[in-house]
């Protein structure tokens, strides 16, 4: 099934994808997905449940690796390198491509050692006070560090669902990623706590491509410039957000922004 | 067939018949309309079987404590009983049965009875755990008495030798009592043990869990588990007449190669081949709670950890263990205790010389190997050397209940922790 693609000129394209599929044993999760998505701004993933978004988007850091019935086919380049060639090592690859899961997910640590996980394991920092310096800033960025400033070394899980969201995009950030992945990151918070992780999306879009997968049409709305709306394993309708929702081209695009279904 | 078996046949017969005749009464009462019942007839069917049964069993009870303390010969004691109680069945039967009306709520009454019957079992549990504490703790009472109340000697004392001379000109049996040769002996092997069994034990439960396929991992695990269903007395013989005589053998070339005599004077039975052939032993233990705790930790943490880069082994150490620490930590104190209370093995392959020695190529022997010596062929029970095997059996139950306690508190600690 073909595509609508509203035109616009995405001049700066980080990550494109091309013909990508994706199948898990005999089943066909989706098939013939081709995006440009562009740096430096904040492009959602939206369509009901089962259509593939996510799966698309863990093609994105090859995350589909770690199953063991995932095959993965066509073509996804970041910077026009292409990631699933056999000289890609997906450990790196990851490094580059930071990812935030739906539920909050610290790991059995402290709020600092969460953080410097990342650095850590491939060896960013050359020394305790880099290392500090490292931590210190993402939690800044992830907007956290006033809340924990006094309580680095306290187990990550102690902190609130928002505070452990933003704690793990500290975590991501630490390792100075060029895409940042977002799988439905607000599922599991409250509004306030959402408030302030959307107002983290539209502050980190300034130094990151971002690519957030959302059940929340409104959040969508919110939070991105570009919009891709997915049905049944395909991608149906991709363009710039505004044009998405007030101009859907596709009547399917048109029934689920509208609420008939999904 | 005995006059308490025909009672006991009796009895059945009369509950089952009690039955019967409450289901009957129940719907006769109501008319042969059943729907005008509280309850269904077969409540009141039980509800006068146990109160048939109930003051019958409790005749029985009473009437062989009493009739045994006024020395009555077994016959008539068992005639009387058995006439005692079905006539005291048959009173509950015709007194319950009386009660039966469409308002009666059997029902109910059974439920309570059921309510009595699970705590009676927990409370029966309970005591006979009660009752062994209690005798170990009287009988080692005995024994302290024997040796003056010097318990610190015994606690403390390095020289075991229980055999106490019959006559006063015996020579050599002086009796000593101090038993840390055997809580070094049993230290030993239970650390050689866990040497072999917490790695080996915990790095299959990684393999298990987070590297095997699902088929190798359903071949492999079930064949780890048999290992934990071999009689300890096979792992014993195996010790004794393979691993015993390879590391006697090793041990004395390697011993003339190097010229140290602890290595030259290895023994068959040693300390080394109990501890190795015990540490496989509880390799399943260790494996198996380990794999299952692994397997508890939540997906999102290793996707979590492979999303930052982390290769498979990076995750293992970084992520999964801490969050599974509590988990393995309660799974080698549960093998730590199982190895401190085997005794086959034991018994088999570490000999009986109470030595008190830091070679593990020496025999050595285990608070549990001497309990059953101590016990075991002609005996009198009065004696220090086997009351002994009682003071014996106090500590090694202490030390298995502070050593639970001490898993239990740290599972919780760090689940409040990591929750």
Request: proline share 4%.
């Amino acid at each position: 099934m073909s595509t609508v693609y509203h035109d616009t000129k995405i001049e700066n394209a980080k990550v494109e994808l091309d013909n990508v599929g994706v199948t898990y044993g005999s089943k066909t999760a989706v098939s013939g997905v081709a995006l440009r998505i562009p740096d430096r701004s904040v492009t959602a993933f939206i369509g009901p449940s089962g259509c593939g978004k996510s799966t698309v988007l863990r093609t994105i850091n090859r995350m589909n690796d770690t199953i063991d019935i995932a095959r993965v086919s066509g073509s996804v380049k970041i910077d026009g390198e292409e990631i699933n060639s056999k000289s890609v090592d997906p450990v790196v690859l990851r490094a580059r491509v930071g990812m935030v899961f739906q539920k909050p997910n610290p790991f059995p640590k402290s709020i600092y050692d969460n953080v410097a996980y990342g650095p850590r394991i491939h060896g960013l920092a050359s020394g305790k006070a880099e290392l500090d310096a490292i931590v210190e800033t993402s939690l800044k960025k992830a907007g956290l560090w006033n809340e924990v400033a006094d309580r680095l070394d306290q187990p990550g899980t102690s902190l609130s669902g928002g505070q452990q969201q933003r704690l793990v995009i500290a975590r991501a950030i630490a390792v100075s990623p060029e895409v940042i992945l977002m799988d439905e990151p607000c599922s599991a918070l409250d509004p306030i706590a959402t408030a302030k992780i959307e107002e983290l999306i539209d502050e980190l879009r300034e130094n990151y491509c971002i690519i957030i997968v959302t059940h929340s049409m409104a959040q969508a709305a919110r939070v991105s410039q570009m919009t891709a709306f997915f049905h049944l394993g395909d991608l149906v309708e991709y363009g710039p957000t505004e044009a998405i929702f007030t101009n859907p081209r596709d009547q399917r695009t048109q029934d689920y922004i509208t609420g008939r279904f999904g | 067939m005995s006059v308490s078996a025909i009672t006991g046949l009796a009895l059945l017969v009369l509950i089952a018949a009690a039955f019967y005749a409450g289901r009957a009464r129940a719907v006769a009462v109501s008319g042969d309309k059943p729907v005008r019942l509280h309850s269904l007839p077969n409540y009141h069917g039980y509800f006068l079987a146990a109160w048939t049964a109930i003051p019958a069993l409790a005749v029985v009870v009473i009437a062989t404590i009493v009739e045994r303390q006024l020395g009555m010969s077994a016959w008539t004691s068992a005639a009387l009983t058995a006439v005692l109680s079905v006539l005291a069945g048959l009173a509950g039967l015709s007194l319950a049965r009386r009660r039966i009306n469409t308002g009666f709520r059997a029902r109910n009454h059974v439920e309570r009875l059921i309510d009595v019957v699970l705590l009676a079992s927990s409370v029966i549990a309970i005591l006979t755990t009660v009752g062994i504490v209690a005798s170990l703790l009287f009988e080692s009472l005995r024994f302290f008495e024997a040796i003056d109340w010097r318990i610190d000697r015994f606690l403390f004392g390095l020289h075991w030798s229980p055999q106490i001379a019959i006559r006063a000109d015996q020579v050599g049996q002086s009796g000593a009592f101090g038993a840390v040769p055997l809580f070094a002996g049993t230290a030993m092997i239970t650390l050689i043990a866990m040497i072999v069994a917490a790695p080996v034990g915990l790095f299959s439960a990684i393999y298990l869990s987070e590297y095997a396929g699902p088929t190798t991992r359903r071949i492999v695990k079930p064949l780890l588990e048999i290992l934990a269903g071999i009689p300890t007395v096979v792992y014993g013989f195996f010790a004794l007449l393979t691993i015993g005589p390879a590391i006697r053998g090793a041990a004395e070339w390697v011993g003339d190669l190097t010229g140290i005599v602890a290595l030259q004077n290895a023994v068959t039975q040693s300390a080394l081949s109990a501890g190795l052939v015990m540490g496989v032993m509880i390799i399943p233990f260790v494996s198996s709670l380990s794999d299952d705790v692994i397997n508890a930790v939540p997906q999102s943490l290793r996707d979590g950890s492979y999303a930052m880069g982390a290769t498979k082994s990076e995750t293992v150490r970084e992520v999964i263990l801490p969050a599974a620490l509590p988990g393995i930590v309660g799974a080698l104190l549960l093998a730590v205790s199982r190895a401190v209370g085997e005794t086959m093995i034991v018994v088999m392959a570490a000999g009986q010389g109470a030595n008190l020695t830091g070679n593990p190529f020496e025999s050595v022997t285990t608070i549990t190997v001497q309990i059953v010596m101590l016990l075991t062929g002609d005996q009198e029970f009065d004696s220090p050397k086997t009351l002994s095997a009682f003071a014996l059996g106090l500590v090694l139950f202490a030390f298995t209940l502070v050593l639970n306690v001490i898993a239990l508190r740290v599972v919780q600690k760090y689940r409040e922790k990591y929750d």
